[in-house]
């Protein structure tokens, strides 16, 4: 019971410790959920890290050894408790800067826990007094606390306590588990010097099978693609849903639900993945399905994408996990099997998360895993056909992601004209012609299924605001009724349509954190080009760069950071305003866009404007009818009531903010309280 407790309470810090640690740096690196992906291959290669530990010390140590081993482990690691995050300046390589951070911050204790599971189970299949007949029963026990630990953040933790709070309580936590941990070692070793009746010192000991490690390298490899796949998929279907299904808060918690679900179903009840036609049905079918959706362009809602990767991303897991399972091992060889399989792991996330990236500009890898997990599927019955039909099959296989390839990367279809991919994201432009009495002929820049601004010209091919700055917006009206506007301070580029009000003298300093962006709004957009304002770019995260900016500089701060939902929530807290306010001149004036499908950030200013002694109002402008001009809602925050009174008099669409107050500071803010309620 002790060593089960142990297991689960180990695997809980490990998968409480990987969102909280992930939610504190997002701010500082720009909100990107490939943020989340880095953090997962993180945690991925410590794992492996952990596992390679467990299976050398199974291997090579005696027991003196092991014992001198973690008892030096655990002190080091208590040293660096409580978990303190130690924030570096993101540099050009935001992943390396990621890397670094969180190996500095969480590295060891991380690496202490990843050891727990295959060591664990190694002491109990090597107690033959108290050993359990399948060791491996505790890897879904590990996987099960891994799910509480991953539910438990989002749910109980965040909402309920401070950032401070969080990495003290999980800091006492891994205090109890260090103490666990320490007597699961004496209860060991108590037991195994009970057995031989001697102590072991100087010689290894009948307790460690040292006998030669006799799996082959054809069973090696199968391990190493049976874990690489899923975690391959994890990635790629995390990225798929929160990019370009929907940009929803927290949606990348899903994936990885489905990921540990079926790893504790297939260690937990084998049965329920054993070879046949109902399995083959099963995972077969939702992949299918999601082809069509991927392959064929096949439009449906959200939900049911959602419903449906969710369902696909399981059949895939429940296959090759399923697959692991019946794989395994003799007991003797348990820390070989944990090994290959994170290792697999591993290679599946870094390819998928990091590799792809850089090789891409599409996330054609999506495409790739749905292809490859279909083949793997199909394999067993085809290699049972003739040579004739094998050779088909493989044939049909490689022009179909030859196919894949080309169609994703090579030949962009029309309307798209460009696709580009960076660490913040994946984008594409898409051109649109003139239709008579509907719209005019129109660029725009778009990230997943997020608008970020275009450019349209009008029958005297005059460039024109558009999307959600048009001069019937928020924006569109304080940047033309506002009077004596000099320097102004843009934070969020898109193609830059608000330069488009720009006039002689006037100054615009644009602040984006994704150097792909300026290029695309320079190189494929005409709205910087035509602005009549002097115009310069600030590339890097705004809060850290307006920090180096003069005091008391802007008349104007607009922050545009937001979209979807996909929020910086730095740029939002008491702190981020009231730093802002030092940017501004004493009458300046900042204005946010808060315009979400999913998010009502109105509340969280309204209590910033009220602690700040600061004016608030929003302004929703309705759509209008076949254009280009999107509703979008913009608030105003100021101390001068003169300007307020600029933008507001004789105008209703101005209105004093309704409901309740949400307060956040840097060290609390929890996202469910703004989530819509749909």
């Not at 992949?287 to 959602?306: S, T």
């Not at 460009?418 to 008579?436: C, E, N, Q």
């Not at 602040?511 to 709004?521: G, L, R, T």
Request: with cysteine.
């Amino acid at each position: 019971m002790l060593q089960v407790l142990t297991i689960g309470l180990s695997a809980f810090l490990i998968f409480n410790l990987q969102p909280m640690i992930s939610k504190i740096i997002l701010p500082f690196f720009g909100g990107s959920s490939y943020i989340w992906i880095t953090c997962l291959i993180f945690f991925q290669s410590l794992l492996l890290a952990g596992y390679a530990t467990s299976h050398f010390i199974a291997k090579n140590m005696n027991l003196t050894k092991q014992v001198i081993f973690y008892a030096l482990l655990i002190v080091l690691a208590l040293l660096l408790t409580p978990l303190q995050v130690h924030f570096i300046h993101a540099d050009s390589s935001p992943v390396a800067s990621i890397l670094v951070l969180l190996f500095a911050s969480v590295g060891l204790p991380y690496f202490l826990l990843s050891t727990t599971s295959p060591t664990v189970q190694h002491w109990i299949a090597n107690d033959k007094k108290n050993g359990a007949k399948n060791p491996y029963v505790q890897y879904a026990v590990s996987n099960s606390g891994s799910l509480a630990g991953l539910l438990c953040y989002p749910f109980i933790i965040e909402p309920l306590y401070s950032n401070t709070r969080q990495t003290s309580i999980w800091s006492w936590g891994f205090i109890l588990y260090t103490l666990l941990l320490a007597l699961c070692l004496v209860i060991y070793v108590s037991a195994v010097r009970s057995r031989n009746n001697t102590i072991i010192s100087s010689n290894p000991g009948p307790s460690f099978d040292r006998s030669v490690d006799k799996i082959s390298a054809q069973t090696k490899i199968k391990w190493l693609y049976q874990a690489m796949i899923p975690c391959a998929s994890l990635v790629v279907f995390t990225n798929y849903m929160t990019v370009d299904i929907a940009n929803f808060p927290l949606l990348w918690v899903l994936p990885l639900c489905v990921y540990l679900i079926s790893f504790i179903i297939c260690f937990l009840w084998p049965s329920v993945s054993r070879p046949g036609p109902i399995r083959t049905v099963f995972v077969l079918v939702p992949v299918v399905v999601m082809g069509f959706i991927l392959f064929g362009n096949l439009h449906a809602g959200l939900l049911y994408k959602i419903l449906v990767s969710l369902v696909s991303l399981f059949a895939i897991c429940m296959f090759f996990h399923g697959n692991l399972e019946r794989s395994k091992p003799e007991p003797k060889n348990l820390t070989s099997f944990y090994l290959y399989l994170s290792l697999g792991g591993c290679l599946g996330g870094i390819l998928a998360g990091i590799v792809a990236p850089m090789l891409f500009k599409s996330i054609v890898e999506f495409h790739m895993v749905i292809i490859t997990s279909f083949v793997f599927m199909l394999w067993p019955y085809v290699a049972k056909t003739r040579k004739n039909i094998r050779i088909v099959f493989q044939i049909a296989t490689c022009l179909l992601i030859a196919g894949t390839y080309f169609s994703q990367e090579v030949f962009l279809p029309p309307p798209f004209i460009l696709k580009a991919r960076s660490f913040y994201g994946t984008y594409s432009v898409v051109d649109f012609p003139y239709i008579s009495g509907k719209q005019d002929a129109h660029r725009l820049l778009r990230m997943g299924t997020t608008n970020h601004g275009g450019q349209a010209r009008d029958l005297a091919n005059k460039l024109y605001p558009i999307a959600y700055y048009h001069e019937y917006t928020g924006i569109g009206k304080s940047l033309l009724k506002i009077p004596e506007l000099k320097n102004i301070g843009l934070v969020g580029l898109g193609t830059g349509v608000l330069a488009l009000y720009g006039k002689k003298g006037q100054h615009f300093d644009f602040f984006e954190i994704d150097p792909v962006v300026v290029d695309i709004a320079k190189q494929h957009f005409d709205n910087l080009k035509e602005s009549a304002a002097d115009i310069r770019y600030f590339v890097g995260d705004a809060r850290i760069t307006l920090r180096e900016m003069p005091k008391t500089h802007y008349d104007m701060l607009v922050m545009d950071a937001f979209s979807s939902g996909a929020i910086p929530t730095h740029l939002l807290t008491f702190e981020a305003i009231q730093e802002l306010l030092e940017n501004l001149k004493e009458d300046g004036v900042i204005l946010y866009h808060i315009s979400s499908r999913y998010l009502n950030l109105l509340p969280v200013l309204k209590c910033n404007a009220r602690k700040l002694g600061l004016f608030i109002k929003i302004n929703e402008n309705p759509p209008i009818k076949s254009s280009l001009k999107l509703s979008a809602k913009w608030v105003v925050l100021t101390k001068s009531k003169r300007k307020l009174n600029m933008l507001i008099q004789d105008d209703p669409t101005w209105r004093s903010p309704p409901g309740d107050e949400i307060c956040w500071t840097d060290e609390s803010s929890n996202i469910w309280s703004v989530i819509n309620r749909l």
